[in-house]
């Protein structure tokens, strides 16, 4: 890794004994024995954690690298993961949430070590042939399943152009963002229980809506059908109950992220979201990607957000850049032949950063579990071509979007697959997220 500062703030601000491990690991002279392609988001400096099923076998921990998956169970019963400090039972959990427990240097070490194993000029499973081919799948013969038993989730409100532009469109656009909306990460908590993995489709939604110009609510489905771009993380153990998780040691406490499509139905949030905010607009279902990026992962990518003004409060303020340069794209394919690209933003806007969240979710004594779940909130850019909702691309349908079949949106039809990717690029390194993609069924 060519670095882009001293290695205190490109650590800053955990583990600082950790910090050579760490920019040893994101090195972008590393390569590996395992083939991969030029393009691919998983080079030997990513190694993203996911839950892989091979043919026959039990779902159990992987990392990807190139077009594979690294069996992680297979290594541990070799002997190979020993020095890490993490129980072999974890290794054969169908979800990652005892790797988890460890704490991010129970996975910074892992991570290390995976990487050692992977290098081209380190032979242990390179030239072990029945070993390496019992550990390396070609991701085309895994299933990917859910990485995380998900605890409890809460959705942030957190993208000053979004909240910017619904509170134009909503309200008052000379007053658009709530008095509060500068001084603290506004958030909700959301349903865990239909949060899904990528590939799995969703029937639309169906509830009460308030036609306009009507003098009573009708009962239906979902006619607004939305997406949400945004980046959801991962939380490690938190502390007790009745402690609290300052913006300092936040990073502590994030074991990483993926993408993340909040689904929002639009007719139905504007009818019931008054007075406690959004229910069956939200609770129908929310799309996330397989792989789990390392925060360690995407330390190169550090870059300043927005500035926040006026002054936050003393228990938000931090040090150093908290926000990461990862950009996003959303497509929609109409018919499984017209995939067109309509939003293009980037990670980087946020105004809220995810150590703010933390901080500001637990400041009361919250605590927080290994494998809950915090999702950024829609993100949007400056334009309209970087806008992460149909809400603002088409403005509440008023400017309808024309995808590469010739068939116009202003919201989201049934049969249409809608597409999140994302990924961070620099000094010729790529670290990428994969991709969260989603099918519309009719209502049932």
Known sequence: MSSSGPPDRLCLPFFYAKCKDMIEANDSRLVSWVEVPADSDFPIQNLPFGIIEPDGAEPRPAVAI?????????????????????????YHAPVL??????????????RKRLSELLRADNDVL???????????HHC????????????????FYSSIEHATNVGTMFRDPNNALLPNWRHLP????????????????????????????????????????????????????GKPLGDSISVAEAEDYIFGLA?????????????????????????????????????????????????????????LQFDGERNFDIELEVSIDPDGEHDT??????????????????????????NVRAGDMMASGTISGPTPDSYGSLLEITWKGTKP??????????????????????HCSKDGIRIGFGEVTTKILPAK
């Open 66 to 90: 190139g077009d594979h998956a690294l069996d992680l169970a297979v290594l541990a019963e070799a002997g190979l993961l020993d020095e890490v400090g993490i129980e072999r039972t974890a």
């Open 97 to 110: 949430n005892p790797l988890m427990q460890g704490g991010k240097a129970a996975i910074r070490a892992l």
């Open 126 to 136: 390179r030239d072990d042939s029945s070993l390496r081919d019992r550990a390396l």
């Open 140 to 155: 085309s013969a895994v299933k990917m399943r859910l990485p995380i038993e998900i605890g409890d989730y809460t959705d």
């Open 186 to 237: 506004v958030g909700y908590h959301g349903r865990s229980s239909s949060i899904i993995l990528s590939g799995q489709p969703i029937h639309r939604p169906k509830g009460q809506m308030m036609p306009d110009g009507a003098d009573a609510p009708v009962f239906g489905p979902c006619k607004l059908l939305d997406i949400e771009l945004e980046m959801a993380f991962v939380t490690l153990p």
């Open 259 to 315: 993408l993340f499509n909040d689904w929002s139905a639009r007719d139905i949030q504007k009818w019931e979201y008054v007075p406690l905010g959004p229910f069956l607009a939200k609770n129908f279902a929310s799309s996330l990607s397989p792989w789990i990026v390392t925060l360690d992962a995407l330390e190169p990518f550090r870059v300043a957000g927005p500035k926040q003004e006026p002054a936050v409060l003393d228990y």
């Open 341 to 366: 690209v309509v939003s293009r933003s980037n990670f980087r806007y946020m105004y809220w950063n995810m150590a703010q969240q933390l901080a500001h979710h637990t400041v009361n004594g919250c």
């Open 401 to 422: 979007l024309t995808l590469g079949n010739g068939e116009q949106r202003k919201f989201l039809a049934d049969g249409d697959t809608v597409t999140l990717r994302g």
